[in-house]
């Protein structure tokens, strides 16, 4: 039996905005929802097979949160599975669900309204470890990710005007978006100039939040033909999971990312992926991490001279978020994986891409037109 091909044939979004006062985050999954589904001519209650969800309880400020999932995608009565984490995991579980041939058609979303959260450091800390980092009573939330910022420059050798030209020409990417409200023409010296925040993180270092919600559509080949002329091949999938508390593991490297990569470049058969992607769509909560993400999936050797030199930059030979990233588009929470994975269908041109979210799991996605 030939292997089940899985194409990505539609996705709708609500939002991007720092705050989206006038609809519900149902209200707004309900609008990416149709969206996405007007695109191929879908009806949910008859052509979708199953639904995943991609929420936190602790974001939604609501327990069992899972429940307030199929109303808004139209999945009442039918299949509905719920994955705490990354939208890009839960396009990872369909993919899955649709290879064993149980299911032909599957939507998936994720959403983020960070606007209604009224105690966002809180939360942060809430799930830091327990034991080890907690009680340490960090002055910001945002000093761990401070901590690794260091570690990785040390290890990459980077200084701080190199994150400076990855912010500038990342701010100045989302200027050519219309999902990305805090893009800008920031000048590396204008970003050297700022106070630092936590050193060495400034305030251009950290994606400000946005509420947004997405919908994608998921087929099996012979159902995405049907659906699509022009459907978005997924031919990679990797993911793995790191320590939580960060005195465990080493700071200055991203070894899941690493592990998920080499899984989804495997599957796709890329010998030299640097090479073999046009690409790449990283995790931008903060700066550091979308070179981290870079380097650890070995698309570059020396990260020092194709940041320098433009290679990653929206005309250099490797691209890195070339329509901003989440510090253009903002920090949808859970939803900004597959915000990521949006801007790479939009802009596959003949050659693949490879789609990446860093954390405790990291996830890759390797796509292809």
Known sequence: MDPIRVGIVSYGFSGFSPSVPSKSFREMVFEAASKA??????NPRTDVDAFVSCKE???EGISITDEFAPDQLGGALKPVFTVTGDGLLGIINAYMMIKTGAF???AVEAHGKPSEVMSYGDIE???QDPIYLRPLAFPSYHTVKALEARAFMKYSNLTREDLGIYVSQSKRNGLLSNRAPHASSLTVDSYLSERELVGPLSHSDLAPRSDAALVFVLASEGRARELTDSPTWITGVGWATDYHTPSYRELGRDIATK?????AFRQAGLGDPGKQLAFVEADERYSFMA??????MGLVKDLRQPLRSGDLSRDGSLPVNRRGGALSEGLPLEAHGLARLASACDL??????????MGNTSAVLVVRP
């Open 125 to 127: 800390r809430m799930a």
């Open 259 to 263: 592990n998920a990569s080499e899984m």
């Open 291 to 296: 070179l981290m993400e870079v380097s650890s």
């Open 37 to 42: 589904y007007a695109k191929v001519g879908l």
């Open 104 to 106: 032909d058609v599957i």
């Open 57 to 59: 309880d602790f974001w």
């Open 348 to 357: 596959l041109d003949g050659t693949g891409a490879v789609v990446s979210n």
